[in-house]
């Protein structure tokens, strides 16, 4: 197939199948030749790897990472573009096009039925409205993946990989930090897209640990997270306060037992810290 990221080839294929770009659905193709092949490339695209794609546009992404991985199913909800990529990825037999959301997909058992043996990775040009959703069910599943590569808007992208203990942190970044290591790869300029979306963005990497922290009640934990940050910019307190509804005096008393100061912010605490507060919470008020 001729270059996927060439606005001529783009803009032909839009005109022999019909297609226009969905604003409902995030669509914006990639046009900087550079990108992809990086993804594929730092997003474990490789020997012995079966690639999930989320989302494929005309398949620039999807053309890269068959290229040098074993095997490569995309996900693509845009029934509108299933015949334009059995065109543009017909000289590929390693590569499965599933019509399907996301986050309605079966997940685990697509990675048992078309991966056995190979390692799993996902990579994605993800649309900027669904990437929390996304992220975090993948995150959730537990799924027995290696890494999650994505571009997303580079806001997200700071915040998402910010580390604990900053004035940046929010309770998506304790999630992330509790399932996964985050880093950012490199960021990508507005003009790399058509249409160019009105933000840059950046693509980022989560390495997904063996072992989460170690917790008495998950679910409480991310109760007690979610708390937290509850209030923006109030302290732990008074968030913690109103969201289970305790006098802050019974608050002051769990925060100081743990080691920190009543004075405390939320983005101030580390991970142990929030599982300290979390373990001492339920404990102390039997939640």
Do not use: H, W
Request: net charge neutral.
């Amino acid at each position: 197939m001729e270059n996927l990221s060439n606005i001529g080839v783009i803009k032909d294929l839009m005109k022999r199948y019909g297609f226009s770009f969905s604003k409902g659905l995030g669509q914006n193709f990639l046009i900087n030749p550079t990108v992809c092949p990086k993804i594929a490339e730092m997003g474990n695209a490789k020997e012995g790897f079966g690639i999930i794609e989320i989302g494929t546009g005309f398949g620039v992404l999807t053309c890269e990472l068959a290229k040098r991985a074993d095997k490569v199913v995309a996900v693509e909800i845009d029934s509108r573009l299933i015949p334009v990529l059995s065109e543009t990825l017909a000289e590929f037999d390693n590569v499965k096009v599933i019509n399907d959301d996301i986050l309605k997909i079966d997940l685990a058992s697509l990675i048992r039925q078309e991966f056995n043996g190979l390692d799993v990775a996902v990579c994605a040009n993800l649309p900027y409205y669904l990437t929390s959703p996304i992220i975090m069910s993948l995150l959730e599943l537990k799924l027995p993946i290696k890494t999650i590569t994505v571009m997303v808007q580079k806001e997200a992208g700071v915040r998402l990989c910010t580390p604990l203990g900053t004035r940046e942190a929010g309770a998506i970044t304790v999630a992330i930090n509790y399932y996964a290591k985050a880093r950012r790869l490199f960021d990508v300029k507005r003009g790399s897209f058509m249409p160019p979306p009105n933000i840059d963005s950046c693509v980022i990497q989560l390495e997904i640990k063996d072992t989460p922290p170690k917790v008495s009640d998950e679910k409480f934990f991310f109760e007690t997270v979610k708390a937290a940050f509850s209030q923006r910019r109030k302290t732990l307190v008074n968030s913690l306060s109103s969201y289970f509804n305790l006098s802050k005096e019974k608050v002051i008393t769990v925060v100081k037992s743990v080691g920190l100061k009543e004075t405390v912010r939320p983005e101030q605490l580390q991970m142990d810290d929030f599982i300290s507060l979390a373990d001492s919470l339920k404990s102390a008020y039997d939640f």
